[in-house]
């Protein structure tokens, strides 16, 4: 017997939160841990957890014009986000030696942020090209922000492989849609292949190459 | 004898425009003085100086939708934070002893943008944290796009006692709200408790917790 | 004999499709230069492209409530952002050597973007103060950010009479609307006027001041 179609449909909708929020606990963290280690207080810890899970998301809903952004409007964004940040300002100290656990949530909470953020920008209308760099700026979005609060170059930025593997998931999503693909597996399938590009790049430390330069840092 | 009301309102708006104005002012000059400080050439300093005063009530206009914002479609508000970077400019060395007053009025201008930022959020239709939060956004962006302008971590993050002061009078305006509070003398109250939070924290050198971390800055 | 209107519009509209990709490629090879110069891998030097070619005219669209900005909207600017990025990426050591035209090509791209975005705040209503600023914020926008990016004080808020001469062809832009000045000419000579200003000031050597302070740097 099959379920009830609108239950399932609940459960999935469900399901879907409890994976933003899930994500959005994991992206706080990052940003509580890098807060600490550069000894702002707890305001400032907060303010990079916040920074840090919703700052991709915010900019995507900014760019489309869907305002005010879901991480405004809708408060358990914010409070996931100040209860990571809690946490990790009193046991930043036991916390910080589960580096592994912690990249691969992080890599969790990347594939489910490069999937759903290339939804949002197709559902918005936006070009296929552009719904999937918008479903890569969704992922990778907050770890920028929370580098320039503190002032440092945003370690996307520099040889690791993290974007491209958002990218990879944003991609599947909007070629599944192009090719008129069922939406949830499509989705799943997505965030399967950003999971494990970026498991295997942490694994075998792959990362992108840099141009050769004659010249010093300018 | 009342007051004729129609009067009376014309005049708490011009009053509030004011004040609006004044805080524009105080905290142009703050962005002003650190442009001169970090050798940056007049037009930076009138950069820092719109920047300071104008990209808190900028950032919660975008995320709330009511764009323009204020502050570009009034032409007001630059034409105070100019003046204000220009009085820097040329006069650099004689006010930079007055940091007391200025401290002073700082305050005031963090307890007025709080109080209207939360007001505005309210009036856009966010929900009650939410609007706290956006109310201390608009006192504080200005001071943290201030900072990351020059490239160095927002001074906010790092200890003092201010988005805090921020935040509560933000918060006041919420609660006025929430209960049915007459609007004006719950904005009055959120200020002036902002204010004195604020002026005691600065007195009293009171700042925020740091976390204990057993790294090097990171 | 004239020639034909209808086709003359579309000529019109076509030679500014051009000249708007060919100010967007220069600047994003001054992005992507600056990403080779820091070392930053491939995807970073073409999120630097991008920034430098693009944030300036998505400010702007997001400021005047044009959302989705057009740097979004149509994937040609961004992939004219990454052919730059590419062939920076990898010629960068015999192309760093041009140094005189690539700064004439950048003069011509902020002559360009400083008159468009100009036009462009004027259609959406706003008033001609800010219409000019807006202008000037298309044109140095998009080198902040790449500047940002690195986590360095932009280059355009220290001395170079950059700023300026964006200001002066937005100017000259809204001078024409506000006297009624037929459009094609005004921008023509909107552009012009900043694009010699920015020549001269090059070949001179003219900076903008930089205000006296007694103080070290803080």
Known sequence: ?????????????????????????????????????RRLDIFGVMVLSFAASSAGGIARDVLIG????????DWRYIAVAAAAGLVIFFWYSPLSRLQTPILVFDAGGLALFAVA??????????????????????????GITRDLLVARTPAVLQGDLYAV???????????????????????????MACLALRLVAIRRGWSLPVARSDEDQG
């Open 66 to 73: 869907a305002t005010p952004p879901a991480a405004i409007s």
């Open 1 to 37: 017997m099959p379920l009830n179609p609108l239950l399932d449909q609940r459960l999935l909708k469900d399901l879907l939160l409890v994976l933003d929020l899930a994500g959005t606990f994991v992206f706080a963290i990052s940003g509580a841990m890098l807060g600490v280690r």
């Open 165 to 191: 593997a958002a990218l990879l998931g944003a991609g599947v999503v909007v070629v599944g849609h192009l090719l008129g693909w069922p939406v949830v597996p499509t989705a799943i399938g997505g965030a």
């Open 117 to 142: 953020g290339a939804e949002k920008a197709l559902a918005f209308g936006l070009n296929p090209l552009m719904a999937a760099l918008l479903g890569m700026l969704t992922g990778i979005g907050g």
